[in-house]
Nanobody, 130 residues
């Protein structure tokens, strides 16, 4: 029922910027948490960032490797989540995946775990050249 489609990937030089989009259909926002993960060749899929809507407002959480460089945002009216990537490094090269969680967990760290997401997009390639 839930479908996620990423877009915006491409080739960029180190130090450049790129903005990824994730368009959702169905009801992925029912859990109020959407996340971004990435996977480089030969490596495990790793957490990048998540965004959730709580009673106190919009919460965000970032992996240490991207904190200060990446920014996650969302437009609930459009069922779309974005990932603004600045100061890109070659180490950021990976396939980036959008994900949606259908269950509520009691900690921010819980949403850094890929197993706690139920829906995934097909991914979009980001390549950062040196």
């Amino acid at each position: 029922q839930v479908q996620l489609v990423e877009s915006g990937g491409g080739l960029v030089q180190a130090g450049g910027s790129l903005r990824l989009s994730c368009a959702a259909s169905g009801r992925p926002f029912s859990s109020n948490v959407m996340g971004w993960f990435r996977q480089a060749p030969g490596k495990e899929r790793e957490f990048v960032a998540w965004s959730g809507v709580a009673w106190s407002g919009i919460n965000t959480y970032y992996a240490d490797s991207v904190k200060g460089r990446f920014a996650i945002s969302r437009d609930n009216a459009k069922n779309t989540v974005y990932l603004q990537m600045n100061s890109l490094k070659p180490e950021d090269t990976a396939v980036y995946y959008c994900a949606a969680a259908s269950q509520t967990y009691g900690s921010s760290v819980a949403y850094t775990r890929k197993n706690n997401y139920d829906y995934w997009g097909q991914g979009t390639q980001v390549t950062v050249s040196s």
